[in-house]
């Protein structure tokens, strides 16, 4: 007899309860189960060694904060049907399905010029024409093609409970206090006005809290120097396997599905064709690669790799202004020296950057406070509130890598 409930325990959360039919099949299938194999925070666990969570980790927790925020806005009366509920249950229960091997790392590095977002619409709509068109409603709601727009920003907005999630779950498994936030305050007083997601003025400082969370564990842990460093020689090993391979030589990948990305990174409206290869990719194709590319005959390659392996990562500085060339070419003259390799194959081992981040931005989705008056303001407009104007100016950091001499 097929089972019609789990219960599902949680490090975060305690016990997360699947009861219909169509999650529990969706949860059960290859493509979803594949997110067990993606770390949830690429290489965080080499500075925080905790953090070796998964992506199917944070999908279950994002999905039981859904369940939650809808059974809150029923109490509160606002209409939401069954199928809109199943839907946007769904909806973000997928919305990373469509990640590759180390998530954000690697995007755009093995597909070129597609983003995750896009895969994941391409896997929903596969899973779709598979369950008999179940999954409809969920794809009008990833997509904001569904008239409650509310629902789309519980799935993906400035305070969706995708972000709720990942902030607590990472905050959780790498120990960073900084990042904890009221979630559980803020989904108990999200309203909705105008079929727009708003939350009671009586969350302002919970908001607050969430969003100062947010740019510390950015950069705090995210955009840790040593986190970047570890990310950024993944991508140089990539391109250094890709441009060995487009000048003739052999580079062969662990498997065959990262052989096959590797010689086509194709462009988007080739992705479709390659779905199912896509589907059998993950964190342990790349690592195990990288380990054999250790003893490749390409020093370049090689040392790359091993390095990575054993956690001999390039030293990185962070400051407000571009770094000077001329401090990047004595970096890279230093280096080419002491390996031997001229100053093109240099740049594989000092290369310079720049990151940015926001604490908000209400161009990309505001966060609204309803007042008892029934007033909507921009928590940005709100009197004595600590989410300014002047926070809204994103912050950019340059950085240089390079390696250790």
């Known amino acids: 007899m097929t089972p019609t409930r789990k219960i599902i325990n949680d490090p975060v959360y ?9 999650i529990l099949q969706i949860i059960s299938h290859p493509v979803y189960q594949r997110l067990r194999n993606i770390h949830q925070m690429a290489f965080a666990h080499l500075v925080y060694p905790g953090a070796v969570h998964s992506r199917l980790h944070h999908s279950l927790g994002a999905y039981h904060l859904m ?6 806005l029923k109490g509160k009366n606002i209409e939401i049907t069954a199928e809109e509920e199943l839907g946007a249950k769904v909806a973000i229960l997928l919305h990373d399905v469509g990640h590759g091997p180390f998530s954000h790392a690697l995007e755009n590095e093995l597909i070129q010029d ?54 607590n779950r990472d905050s959780f498994f790498t120990g960073v206090a900084e990042g904890v936030i ?25 908001i607050e809290k969430f969003l100062v969370s947010r740019r510390l564990m950015y950069w705090q ?20 396997a890709k441009e060995l391979i487009a000048g003739g030589h052999p580079v062969k990948a662990a498997s065959d599905e990262l052989n096959f990305f590797l010689l086509h990174p194709g462009p988007e409206n080739d992705i479709q064709q390659h779905l199912e290869t896509f589907c059998r990719l993950d964190d342990h194709d790349v690592m195990a690669t990288i380990k054999n590319w250790g003893n490749h005959p390409d020093k370049i390659l090689a040392i790359l790799s091993r390095s990575l392996v054993e956690r001999n990562l390039f030293k990185v500085k962070l400051q407000a202004e571009p770094f000077e060339n001329s401090f990047v070419a004595e970096k890279t003259k ?14 594989f081992f000092v290369f310079t950057g720049e990151t940015t981040n926001t604490t908000y931005d209400p161009a990309d ?7 008892k008056d029934g007033t909507v303001k921009d928590i940005s407009r709100v009197d004595n509130a600590l989410i300014h104007q002047h926070l809204n100016i994103p912050v950019k950091k340059y950085y240089i890598c390079y390696w250790r001499v």
Request: proline letters at 1%; one cysteine or more.
């Open 14 to 22: 305690g016990f997360i309860t699947i009861d219909h039919p169509l």
């Open 114 to 167: 597609v983003h995750h977002e896009t895969i994941s619409i391409l896997l929903m709509r596969k899973l779709n024409e598979e369950f008999n068109g179940k999954l409809k409603t969920a794809i009008d709601i990833f997509t904001d093609n569904y008239p409650k727009k509310f629902l789309h920003q519980l799935v993906s907005g400035q305070l969706d409970v995708d972000r709720m999630d990942y902030l």
């Open 67 to 72: 369940c939650t925020a809808l059974n809150e």
């Open 221 to 240: 842990v995210y955009l840790h120097k040593t986190v970047l460093a570890a990310e950024m020689m993944l991508v140089k090993i990539i391109r250094r």
């Open 182 to 206: 009221g979630y559980d305050r803020i989904i108990k007083m999200l309203a909705v006005q105008d079929g727009q997601l708003m939350v009671e003025e009586k969350a302002i400082y919970s």
């Open 365 to 371: 989705e505001r966060i609204n406070i309803l007042f």
């Open 334 to 347: 230093q280096v080419g020296d002491m390996l031997g390799i001229n100053e093109k194959e240099s740049s």
